[in-house]
């Protein structure tokens, strides 16, 4: 199974972006996919996860301006991030739960908040 992320970049602050993560390979079922994110020196952190139809959490500092979804016949997932912030900035990673309760991350892509 891999997992390749694409979507980050160089944003200004106020600005957005969206992110997306395509699962690929031999996948029995998919439980949950979702997003963590790293920045320089900090620990991973979850920002959000989705069941094949219902949001299950968010951070409380992206609740309100991130917006998690998922394409199920796609085996996609997707992260729209409105009104970013410096403390925002960091390596995104998406990763998968199977049925089988296996997790797969994908690769990381970096998101940059400056003016």
């Known amino acids: 199974v891999q997992l390749q992320a694409s979507g980050g970049g160089l944003v200004q602050p106020g600005g957005s972006l969206r992110l997306s993560c395509a699962a690929s390979g031999s996948i029995s079922s998919i439980l949950v996919m979702g997003w963590y994110r790293q920045a320089p020196g900090k620990q991973r952190e979850p920002v959000a996860t989705?069941?094949?139809?219902?949001?299950?959490n968010y951070a409380d500092s992206m609740k309100g301006r991130f917006t998690i979804s998922r394409d199920n016949g796609k085996n996609t997932v997707s992260l729209q991030m409105n009104s970013l912030k410096p403390g925002d900035a960091a390596v995104y990673y998406c990763?998968?739960?199977?049925?089988?309760?296996?997790?797969?991350w994908g690769q990381g892509t970096e998101l940059t908040v400056s003016s």
């Open positions: 989705i069941t094949s139809d219902v949001i299950l």
């Open positions: 990763y998968l739960r199977s049925g089988d309760l296996r997790t797969y």
